[in-house]
Nanobody, 127 residues
Framework: QVQLVESGGGLVQAGGSLRLSCTASGRTFSNYAMGWFRQAPGKDREFVAAISRTGGSTYYADSVKGRFTISRDNAKNTVSLQMNSLKPEDTAVYYC????????????????????WGQGTQVTVSS
């Protein structure tokens, strides 16, 4: 079992930045590929970014590529999402997720593959 707790959400003006963090506990963090997803009101949960167990591979949704950066620190059991040049359409609840993986370099973009989810943190971008 893995417990995930997100932090760092808030209200920011368009063009601003936020850094989300997700702290994991319960199992060996480096055994898990990690991802960030978001869900806006009335919409399905969508993929934002993913990172492999070692941090050597990352992948982004087209909508955030070049603006967001995912990273992880396995020594601190954390995964982060640096969000720059924020837009009103980035407004959503952001969730981190963990997927048990035997592969060091694999990344996963589908919600159905993730075993564990955090409670989410609200990000609101005003225009």
């Amino acid at each position: 079992q893995v417990q995930l707790v997100e932090s760092g959400g808030g209200l920011v003006q368009a063009g601003g930045s936020l850094r989300l963090s997700c702290t994991a506990s319960g199992r060996t963090f480096s055994n898990y590929a990690m991802g960030w997803f978001r869900q806006a009101p009335g919409k399905d949960r969508e993929f934002v970014a993913a990172i492999s167990r070692t941090g050597g591979s990352t992948y982004y949704a087209d909508s955030v590529k070049g603006r967001f950066t995912i990273s992880r620190d396995n020594a601190k059991n954390t995964v982060s999402l640096q969000m720059n040049s924020l837009k009103p359409e980035d407004t959503a609840v952001y969730y981190c997720a963990a997927r048990d993986s035997i592969y060091y370099s694999s990344i996963y973009t589908g919600t159905q593959g993730y075993n564990y989810w955090g409670q989410g943190t609200q990000v609101t971008v005003s225009s």
